[in-house]
């Protein structure tokens, strides 16, 4: 299970590594803290990927904001 989160953290960091530079601070800070320490200490799986949904999902809507072309 750590590999797969592991995997996972790897994926998204790789995804917001092309983004604004908002969104890679954000997501640079964010997406260690969320998978090395935050969801550990959560007890179900559904809770911390709801929790993962509010705390990382807004850098992806930042990121296709349509005035920012």
Known sequence: MAF???WIAGWLIRRV????REV???GCT???FYFGYYMQTRGYFFQAFADGLFILGPMFILNDRPWSR
């Open 4 to 6: 797969c989160y592991f």
């Open 30 to 32: 964010l997406i260690p």
């Open 17 to 20: 590594a092309f983004t604004g």
């Open 24 to 26: 890679r601070l954000a």
